[in-house]
Nanobody, 118 residues
């Protein structure tokens, strides 16, 4: 069973930066596409970013392009989301996702809260 544990959230002023981490365990991380999603109060969970198994390809929501960077270190079983130039609208609970493309299974972490003050 895959387990995901996010960390690195917190309170930051607008324009600041945070780096989220997602620790992966239970299976081989290189078999999974990894991603970050977020859910703001009263809103549906939305896609933020994803990275391919070998880190050769990345994708970003338009709202975070140029400000967020996703990366992974398969040797450390960890995925990162570097968030720069944060805006109040980035305030949300951020969730790590692991998706196995062949088995069509997805796993979620418990989330980490990010609050950006204006």
């Amino acid at each position: 069973q895959v387990q995901l544990v996010e960390s690195g959230g917190g309170l930051v002023q607008a324009g600041g930066s945070l780096r989220l981490s997602c620790a992966f365990s239970g299976r081989t991380i290189s078999s999974y596409v990894m991603g970050w999603f977020r859910q703001a109060p009263g809103k549906e969970r939305e896609f933020v970013s994803a990275i391919s198994r070998g880190a050769t390809s990345t994708a970003y929501a338009d709202s975070v392009k140029g400000r967020f960077t996703i990366s992974r270190d398969n040797a450390k079983n960890t995925v990162y989301l570097q968030m720069n130039s944060l805006k109040p609208e980035d305030t949300a609970v951020y969730y790590c996702n692991a998706h196995h493309q062949l088995l069509l299974r997805s796993y979620w972490g418990q989330g980490t809260q990010v609050i950006v003050s204006s």
